[in-house]
């Protein structure tokens, strides 16, 4: 089964700041990526699919990007509604799609 | 608008045996894959479960498999997860959502959760 390794688990940050989490496959998953963020007590919500592909009605802040082992989430502009937990999950080959451990967000 | 509608979820002892549901509305159900995603109290997500949009295939994850069946019901638009041999750390809100294609990818929406409690 393919692992997903992601970093930081916590981060603290300013609003205005630019955000960086990493997401790491343990073998080749080709785009095949998402980026979730989940606010306490609510269901997941999709930002970003195929690695770098912007989910409708998701602010332009939020990008992503990589390929093969090594991807990357950003947020530009961090913003107060942004605070939440995210989460990169594979979708390669065959299903179990683990999930990566989260980053949680929060003001510094 | 896509709406999904989770049920079921309860205090069971362990070794009990639960059924949740998740009543799909909003689009073509049979259209599309839909998975079964967990969270233990303060952990991550956990991918547990999902089956194909034809229900011909469908997947486990190692820590519910050979306990848990997923199932469909086109004539009910529903999603089923038949769990059995429950376990403390079986503890979670559980999660249903739609995936994005026939094949099971990722998931574009999902329900607001049920929580399953196993306890003594």
């Known amino acids: 089964d393919i692992q997903m390794t992601q970093s930081p688990s916590s981060l603290s940050a300013s609003v205005g700041d630019r955000v960086t989490i990493t997401c790491q496959a343990s073998?080749?998953?080709?785009?095949?990526l998402s980026w979730y963020q989940q606010k306490p007590g609510k269901a997941p919500k999709l930002l970003i699919y195929d690695a770098s592909n912007l989910e409708t009605g998701v602010p332009s802040r939020f990008s992503g990007s990589g390929s093969g082992t090594d991807f990357t989430f950003t947020i530009d502009s961090l913003q107060p509604e942004d605070i939440a937990t995210y989460y990169c999950?594979?979708?390669?080959?065959?299903?179990?799609?683990?999930f990566g451990q989260g980053t949680k967000l929060d003001l510094k | 608008e896509v709406q999904l509608l989770e049920s079921g979820g309860t205090l069971v002892q362990p070794g009990g045996s639960l059924r949740l549901s998740c009543a799909a509305s909003?689009?073509?159900?049979?259209?599309?894959?839909m998975t079964w995603v967990r969270q233990a109290p303060g952990k991550g997500l956990e991918w547990i479960s999902g089956i194909s949009g034809s229900g011909d295939r469908t997947y486990y994850a190692d820590s519910v498999k050979g306990r848990v069946t997923i199932s469909r019901d086109e004539s009910k638009n529903t999603l089923y997860l038949q769990m059995h041999s429950l376990r403390a750390e079986d503890t979670a809100v559980y999660y249903c959502g739609k995936d994005w294609a026939a094949a099971v990818a990722g998931v574009d929406h999902w329900g607001q959760g049920t929580l399953v409690t196993v306890s003594s």
């Open positions: 073998q080749d998953i080709s785009q095949y």
């Open positions: 909003g689009f073509s159900f049979r259209s599309y894959a």
């Open positions: 999950q594979h979708y390669a080959d065959v299903p179990p799609y683990s």
